[in-house]
């Protein structure tokens, strides 16, 4: 059974920056692509960004482009999530995904969900 661990949530000022990250377990990590969604109070969860299998290729929703950075680590079975000029806007519980495909796209839908971690920017 695949499970995923988020940490690193928190609360940080608005400008401020956080670093998320995702363990994987059950299953060979470098093989699969993975991602991170968010979900605001009283929003619907919204795609964030996607990795593929060897980090060779990185999708963002418009919106966070050139602020949040994906990356992994294959040999410690973690992605990251790297949040740079945090917005109250930003306020959600982050989710750390795992799809069952190598290479995926913006509207893939993950196979395996973590618990979230809260992010919460203030003004």
């Known amino acids: 059974q695949v499970q995923l661990v988020e940490s690193g949530g928190g609360l940080v000022q608005a400008g401020g920056s956080l670093r998320l990250s995702c363990e994987a377990s059950?299953?060979?990590?470098?093989?699969?692509?993975m991602g991170w969604f968010r979900q605001a109070p009283g929003k619907e969860r919204e795609f964030l960004t996607t990795i593929t299998w060897n980090g060779g290729t990185t999708l963002y929703a418009d919106f966070v482009k050139g602020r949040f950075t994906i990356s992994r680590d294959n040999a410690k079975n973690t992605v990251y999530l790297q949040m740079n000029s945090l917005k109250p806007e930003d306020t959600a519980v982050y989710y750390c995904?795992?799809?069952?495909?190598?290479?995926?796209?913006?509207?893939?839908?993950?196979?395996?969900w973590g618990l979230g971690t809260q992010v919460t920017v203030s003004s």
């Open positions: 995904v795992a799809y069952d495909y190598a290479t995926v796209g913006r509207r893939s839908t993950p196979a395996y």
């Open positions: 059950g299953r060979t990590f470098s093989n699969y692509a």
